[in-house]
Structures are given as structure tokens and as C-alpha cells.
């Protein structure tokens, strides 16, 4: 029976109801979760791992690193054919993500969790949990890169958001649906993700602002970041990738002090491109040297160049880490 290691990671699934607090807190261990997992020895042989015990926006970009180590290093075990990963959902798809980026194996890497903790009716945990466990040992989610999966929904790291805070299902990829469901215990998948990035670092560089533009911004918190000392900047920007005017000074600036900004849309779906030629303009900005991150969402683009700034800080070799699929289509 093929093996699989399940790494239990806090959040929501591993908390209870506590009278005193009277919240969710964590409390149960990998084992007693799985024990709610009824039926999946029939399966699969288990192995689990207490990683730690940590709700999702406890979750920093060094613990992130750790995971991914301990992520590959259970791997390259020949015994286990792939992992399943839980977590809290607040930032399970950085972490997903950030799995996604730095690990490099054939071998299936399922990201879960749960919407409901383990007091409340209609507890998701073990579902989800089954449903990943039977994703992991499936020959078709080799080479998928991280998966995702939630509600017998099987999303791609790379693609997937949390869209709802409290549905069963909060998580979807708006611009191109998920790559397939889990249905009667077994994975079908219905298309694969076209790329898959990947950028060898053991390194992560923590301190990369997200910056959201709205209407009537100005340079105010780009300077600030300038002068804390951050490594890298990514700005949402509206629509196509554009930015107020009172914003253009304070890029320049970062850019200037040879910090790389990258820019991403503030829009749910969708993504920049230099379409447009006025003051604050896409084209302006990608004039200026502003790094394009395709339709990535700001959470994801901050974690993307926290790992590149891991592995270089050579603004043009970040560059071709965000651009080198980004202009295809024009070449």
C-alpha cells in the first residue's frame, strides 16, 4: 500500500472550542485528527508529522522556508510517494504558493485545511483531508506542481485564491477554474497548468511591502518603505496596471535606490500590460524599469519576490524571474 506523509501545520483544522476564550484555539494533534479520517487505512498508509500548531496569519516567510525544507526533505524518501500539507486558510495560498516556487519534484504536494474547526457542525477537516490523501497517491497529480484542495476541488497553487471567508468552498481560481475534483475518492483532472516556476533558493527575503493604489494616492507609503529599508515593493495597481499620478515620483525613487517594484492588478481577474500611455500609465511605469507580474494577485506576487530576492538581488535577473513567459506572445 503506497505511503503517504501528512504534515500537520495548525489552522483552523486543528482547533476546538474553548469555554474559557469562547473561540476557536488549537488543540488537537495530527494524530487525533486523523483518527476523525475514518475508512482511509483502506487506502493508504499514513505517516504524520507534527510541523507546528500555527493559525494561518501567525505563518511567516521564514517558517515558510522551514516548511519547504522539511516539505523536500520528507520527499526524497522513497517510501512515500507525496505529502499533504495542512494549514490555515487566512494564508494557506502564500504558503501554497511559496511551496510551489521552491520545491521541484515529480512527487504530488497537497496544500488543506478547513473552514470549520473541529467543535463546530459540519467540521470539514477530515473530508478534506481524505480527499487530499487520495489526490497524493494518484499517478495523475505527478508533475502538477502544488495542489490545492478543498470541498473535493482540486486547484493549482499557482492559480488558487480564498474568495470567501466563511463557504466550505473558499477557494477558486478566478481566471481559469480548477484543474480538476476529486469524486468517489479518486482525482480527475480535467486540464494541467500550462507553467510551472520554479527558483532554486534555501534563502527568503522577509521584508517586501505590498502596497495597494486607490484613488487620490501619492508616494507617501512607497517613501516609507524606502527609507524602513525594504528589499522590494509590489504595488496593485487599477485595472490594466496603472497608478495615480502622485505615485509615479515615489517609484521612480524605489527604483532609483535599485529596489525592484513589481506591479500586479488590484482586480479579481485578469492581468497588466503596458496598454496604457498617460501620466501613471502602464507604459510610463514599464519605461521607468517596473517589473510586470502578469495576473498573480499582490499576496502572491510579494511572496514570489521575497524567494527571488532569496536567490538574487540583480534587478534584471528578478526581472526575467517575472517577465520571461510575460511578453511571449508578442515575440
Avoid: W
Wanted: contains cysteine.
Amino acid at each position: 500500500m503506497k505511503k503517504v506523509a501528512v504534515i500537520f501545520n495548525g489552522g483552523t483544522i486543528s482547533m476546538k472550542f474553548d469555554k474559557k476564550v469562547k473561540a476557536a484555539v488549537p488543540a488537537l494533534t495530527g494524530e487525533e485528527i486523523m483518527s476523525m479520517v475514518t475508512g482511509i487505512e483502506n487506502f493508504a498508509e499514513i505517516e504524520s508529522f507534527n510541523f507546528s500548531e500555527f493559525p494561518g496569519p501567525h505563518m511567516t516567510p521564514e517558517k515558510m522556508m522551514e516548511l519547504s525544507k522539511f516539505v523536500k526533505n520528507i520527499l526524497e524518501r522513497e517510501d512515500i510517494v507525496g505529502a499533504v500539507v495542512t494549514h490555515g486558510t487566512d494564508s494557506l495560498e502564500e504558503t501554497a504558493y511559496f511551496l510551489d516556487l521552491t520545491i521541484k519534484s515529480e512527487k504530488p504536494v497537497v496544500v488543506t485545511g478547513s473552514m470549520r474547526n473541529s467543535s463546530e457542525l459540519g467540521y470539514d477537516g477530515p473530508a478534506n483531508l481524505s480527499a487530499s490523501i487520495c489526490t497524493a497517491i494518484s499517478k495523475g497529480a505527478k508533475n502538477k506542481g502544488v495542489l490545492v484542495c478543498f470541498s473535493d476541488e482540486l486547484n493549482s497553487a499557482s492559480e488558487v485564491t480564498k474568495v470567501h471567508s466563511m463557504h466550505l468552498n473558499a477557494f477558486e481560481s478566478p481566471d481559469f477554474g480548477p484543474l480538476g475534483i476529486v469524486d468517489t475518492n479518486k482525482p480527475i483532472f480535467y486540464r494541467d497548468t500550462v507553467y510551472n516556476d520554479y527558483i532554486q533558493t534555501d534563502k527568503v527575503e522577509s521584508k517586501v511591502a505590498l502596497i495597494k493604489a486607490a484613488v487620490g494616492m501619492d508616494s507617501d507609503f512607497i517613501d516609507f518603505a524606502i527609507e524602513k529599508g525594504y528589499k522590494g515593493i509590489v504595488i496593485e495597481a487599477m485595472g490594466r496596471g496603472n497608478v495615480p499620478p502622485n505615485m509615479v515620483d515615489g517609484i521612480k525613487r524605489a527604483i532609483d535606490k535599485d529596489i525592484p517594484v513589481v506591479l500586479v492588478s488590484r482586480c479579481y481577474k485578469g492581468r497588466v500590460l503596458d496598454s496604457y500611455g498617460y501620466h501613471g500609465g502602464g507604459k510610463e511605469l514599464r519605461n521607468m524599469g517596473v517589473i510586470f507580474g502578469d495576473n498573480l494577485p499582490g499576496q502572491k506576487a510579494r511572496i514570489k519576490l521575497m524567494v527571488a530576492l532569496g536567490k538574487t538581488k540583480k534587478i534584471n535577473e528578478i526581472r526575467e524571474i517575472f517577465e520571461e513567459d510575460f511578453y511571449r506572445i508578442y515575440k
